[in-house]
């Protein structure tokens, strides 16, 4: 049997008698990238195939909530009362996604937003227009509009303009992981890929690429059911396969800080695709950029604080809990403390919340601030200085240190308990290929590979050291359709 790494090495055309299958455009991957990049290759009037790992469509996105970050002033937006633009949100993403983002696709996702929005609805992705205005992953009703980003919390309430951004396809009954707002993402984006010829083939695992000799890919070896099967591109092959954050012996070569920790993906994000198009010499971004989550209902964290192993807070609580992953596990080494008192935890596990599993009960419960920082093993004095600073400006309406919103600040009292999240995070990878605004994989020497588009996870995107909620989804979708149209043009 070959080895990983002679799998992936291209194949060159000329050994190949003859092909199993052909289409203009193939597609690696039916989640959101591969299905909106097989809508319009279609529409661009190609003939167009998708091959799927699994037994049917939808990847990572069908079993997600579902949110597309979109702004720049949608008819959601508008109609939930709320102003934006297209300079608003690039002044936001240019913050929020971390250093080394790509100023040149923010600006080009934030001008097209709105149009983006336009082309969803027209493939017939429902949204309601009505706001979620409650802490949370995501809204437990079929609301349309939440804020998703921090875009609402300090630092960025000072840079932008606040707009809620995470748009949501409309549904009811939604069951986090199990049945999200994903699904009425895919459904109609897959219905009309459908209604245009697209074919699809499934349990098709694809293992690497074909190419000319003068270096152009012209197809992919797959293999199906343990056979080996050949597929030729006339125009081109578009990649779209998610991130490698189940590929252990990749994360622990470009992200170990998340190693074994996958979250918000699906064990066929293997990084299949970008190790095939790194065999061609393809360039990569990004590679140890991630996201984090943390595994408490942001109804908790709002309503607490957040304390590190030295008994400090180093983040005010009522952000984007992305944002508190990313800095809980990053910069205090996975170590985090929600300390709350009694009245505070009970109001949380009363409110609506999509995510009840995380609603979490206390570790410890005290009488005393000075007893709970005993019970911890915290440093003797830090968490008392720490309550007493807190619950001193909570009761100015204050937050001095973090500038938490009055609307959440209100002194601890007693009993006062604190729950245990050491360890408690968990992300997925943002880095992967290289790729123009067209969504042409890019070499290693800055020239685009011939034949060769790439899109979503496997590519790196807008987040590079940071992210808001429907990130992924936004410009997956984006540049999968960027992808199926530069594919078809061949």
């Known amino acids: 049997m070959p080895s990983p790494s002679t799998t992936i090495r291209p194949r060159s055309a000329a050994e190949i008698g003859n092909w199993d299958y052909e289409a203009d455009v193939v597609v690696a991957g039916y989640g959101v990238a591969g299905a909106a990049a097989a809508v319009e290759a279609a529409r661009a009037g190609a003939d167009v195939l998708v091959l799927e790992r699994t037994g049917g469509w939808g990847g990572a996105a069908a079993l997600a909530g579902g949110f597309l970050y979109l702004g720049g002033g949608t008819p959601i937006q508008k109609a939930c009362g709320f102003e934006d633009s297209a300079e608003n949100m690039h002044a936001f993403l240019r913050a929020a996604m971390g250093p080394g983002a790509d100023e040149n696709r923010l600006a080009d996702y934030c001008t097209n937003s709105v149009e983006h929005f336009e082309w969803l609805v027209g493939c017939g992705v429902p949204f309601k227009p009505s706001f979620y205005g409650e ?35 409309q549904m009811l009954d939604k069951r986090t992981g199990e049945k999200g707002g994903g699904y009425m993402l895919m459904k109609p984006l ?25 270096g152009r890919v012209v197809g992919v070896v797959a293999k199906q059911y343990g056979k080996e099967v050949t597929v030729r591109a006339r125009r081109g092959v578009v990649l779209a396969t998610g991130s490698f954050a189940y590929n252990e012996e990749m994360v622990a070569q470009y992200a170990p800080r998340i190693n074994g920790r996958p979250a918000a993906s699906v064990e066929e994000h293997d990084g299949q695709a970008i190790r095939m198009a790194q065999a061609l010499g393809a360039d990569l971004a990004h590679m140890d950029a991630t996201e984090v989550a943390i595994f408490v209902d942001p109804q908790l964290i709002v309503r607490g604080i957040l304390v590190n192993g030295r008994g400090q807070r180093y983040v005010a609580e009522d952000t984007y809990p992305g944002r508190v992953g990313q800095l809980t596990l990053y910069q205090q080494d996975n170590e985090a403390f929600l300390v709350i008192d009694a009245e505070a935890h009970e109001e949380a596990m009363g409110r609506p919340s999509a995510t009840p599993e995380l609603l979490r009960p206390p570790t410890w419960v005290c009488e005393s601030v000075a007893e709970l920082e005993h019970e911890m093993g915290l440093p003797s004095g830090s968490l008392q200085a720490t309550v007493a600073a807190y619950n001193d400006g909570a009761a100015r309406g204050e937050d001095a240190l973090l500038h938490k919103k009055p609307e959440w600040l209100r002194p601890i009292g007693s009993p006062i308990g604190a729950i245990d999240l050491r360890g408690h995070t968990g992300g997925f990878t943002l880095g992967g290929l290289r790729t123009t605004l067209d969504a042409e994989v890019v070499h290693v020497s800055g020239e685009p590979i011939p034949g060769l588009f790439a899109a979503g996870r496997s590519t790196f995107g807008l987040a590079a050291w940071g992210y808001a909620s429907g990130i992924s989804l936004g410009d997956s979708s984006f540049y999968g359709r960027r992808a199926g149209r530069s594919a078809a043009k061949g």
């Open 135 to 169: 802490p949370g992953w995501e809204p437990p009703g079929d609301d349309g509009l939440m804020y998703t980003g921090g875009e609402n919390a300090y630092p960025f309430t000072r840079i932008a303009t606040p707009a809620p951004r995470g748009h949501v396809p």
């Open 190 to 214: 897959v219905d009309t890929a459908a209604s245009l010829g697209v074919r699809s083939a499934y349990d098709m695992r694809v293992q690497c690429l074909v190419i000319e000799a003068d």
